[in-house]
């Protein structure tokens, strides 16, 4: 190969190397879930709410309930925020410490 060739080359994968490291990370990972929406905002499912502590009231609460130790919980994806098995969730992440009325301990 000549040097011509090899040069070009380096040149083209330093360049592309280049714009990889410009593209945000964020770009590259594709949000595959929104948020839920705790009651209290818009409503969502089942009187969902963020906090568990904030549905001590509600008649379906069980002491020490919350998304995380429910059997519906699919796993922490980031930040607190993870995955849900229940058809009502599928499209959204809720708060490990969240709770909604059909947790299932
Ligand atoms: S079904 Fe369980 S994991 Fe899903 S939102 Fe309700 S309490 Fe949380």
Same mark, same amino acid.
Request: glycine share 22%.
């Given at each position: 190969m000549s040097d011509t060739t090899d040069s070009s080359r380096r040149k083209f994968?330093?360049?592309s190397a280049a714009v990889v490291?410009?593209?945000p990370l964020s770009t590259l990972v594709a949000r595959k879930h929104a948020f839920a929406k705790a009651e209290a905002e818009?409503? &969502?499912a089942h009187d969902y709410v963020h906090d568990a502590a904030d549905a001590a009231d509600h008649n379906a609460f069980q002491e020490g309930s919350r998304c995380e130790n429910c059997a519906f919980w699919?796993?922490?994806e980031a930040d607190?925020?993870?995955g849900c098995h229940h058809p009502d969730? &599928?499209?959204v992440l809720v708060r490990a410490e969240g709770w909604c009325d059909v947790w299932v301990g």
């Open positions: 994968l330093k360049a490291a410009a593209i818009e409503g &969502h699919a796993g922490e607190g925020w993870g969730f &599928h499209d």
